[in-house]
């Protein structure tokens, strides 16, 4: 076994086991944690010894509730690396799990947001439990739904992708698998045992993919119905709309409860970042992976240099009076060409693969 403060790693009877270490922070993800890890899932890929990486949270109450925006908000404010460091290295795990060529099961039973759903979301499975949360929130903290949302978020069953990007609506297991966030719902109580049997297969009986399907059928089970899946037809239409103030009109016509509800939950996000998130998902629909995590990089660097972020964390994280003052503060005065402007390249600083 080798293991930091932070990150735990054990291989056992063919199996890789990662394990988030910080469950007072909702193990949320650290720069030093991303470096443990990335070098350690290359490994496993290359060692023929191991046939499937598990990667599961600390405690009971999170998977991993996001990466570490605090530490970068406060680097940004001190003018240091980490607002390029963090976010390059965030994204190289994402495609390594994404490329990943062996069973990679992610425990997601607890909290499940941003740089969690990054850890997550990529893999061959993403087993739900009792407790699991899932979201990606980043338009509220004045951000964007990145780590790989560019690609995912706008392959999701009709316009749940676009639903999710624009209003941070957070998911339990049924909604999460409705989604295709998650493959599998496994009651937190048998989560042990699955973890234990994942642990006993015999390798030699079937292919690597096919033992684990096996095993994690034997616990599956039924997670109860989908509240979103009522609201589809909803969805559907008016997060069809053409731009976001087009979804918000959509909404308010509807008539619906349940709509305006998710209409007043968009208004109160960051300006900027709802109209960059809905070019976002328009261009990533046509992207290629890798394309994808370069748009990523680029709109990350565009947002450290911008002003909602740090005022977002600040309102979020750091006061948390949860009262924004976001720079424009309306949807009009977001122009295209300050939309377009998160998308431009940067030349040698552009995100790269080894």
């Known amino acids: 076994m080798s293991d930091s403060e932070d990150v735990l790693f054990e291989a056992k009877h063919g199996v890789g086991i990662i394990t988030l270490n910080r469950p007072k922070a909702l193990n949320a993800l650290t720069l030093d944690m991303i470096r443990a ?11 023929s010894r191991i046939k499937a990486v598990l990667i599961r949270g600390a405690g009971e109450r999170a998977f991993c509730a996001g990466g ?15 607002t390029e460091d963090f976010f390059r290295e965030e994204y190289q795990i994402n495609r390594l799990i994404h490329v990943f060529a062996k069973p ?8 499940t947001m941003g740089g969690g759903v990054g850890l997550s979301v990529h893999g061959s499975h993403r087993v739900a439990g009792d407790r699991t949360l899932v979201a990606m929130p980043e338009v509220g903290i004045g951000l964007f739904p990145d780590v790989g949302g560019t690609y995912f978020l706008p392959r999701l069953p009709g316009r749940l992708g676009l639903f999710l990007a624009l209003t941070g609506w957070r998911l339990h297991a049924a909604d999460a698998i409705h989604c295709g966030v998650a493959t599998d719902y496994v009651p937190s109580e048998r989560t042990d045992a699955l973890t234990d049997a994942l642990l006993s297969i015999d390798w030699s009986k079937d292919g690597a993919e096919a033992l684990v399907d096996r095993v994690i059928d034997g616990f599956r ?10 609201h589809q037809p909803l969805i559907d239409h008016c997060f069809s709309a053409r731009s976001v103030e087009s979804i918000l009109h959509a909404l308010d016509e509807s008539g619906d409860e349940w709509g305006a509800k998710v209409a007043r939950i968009i208004r109160r996000q960051s300006p900027t970042s709802l109209k960059v998130t809905f070019a976002q998902l328009e261009k990533g629909a046509a992207l290629d992976f890798d394309q994808a995590m370069i748009q990523e990089y680029r709109m990350s660097q565009a947002f450290m240099a911008g002003s909602d972020f740090y005022e977002g964390i600040r309102a979020v994280l750091v006061d948390k009076d949860n009262q924004p003052k976001w720079s424009p503060d309306d949807l009009a005065a977001v122009t295209a060409e300050a939309v377009e402007g998160h998308f431009r390249a940067l030349g040698e600083r552009d995100l790269a693969f080894a």
């Open 37 to 47: 890890i990335s070098p350690q899932l290359a490994a496993w890929q290359e060692d």
């Open 221 to 230: 089970a039924d997670p109860g119905p989908a509240e979103l899946a009522g």
């Open 68 to 82: 570490d925006v605090r530490a970068v908000w406060e680097a940004g404010r001190r003018g240091d690396r980490l």
């Open 104 to 111: 990679y099961v992610a425990l997601i039973d607890g909290i």
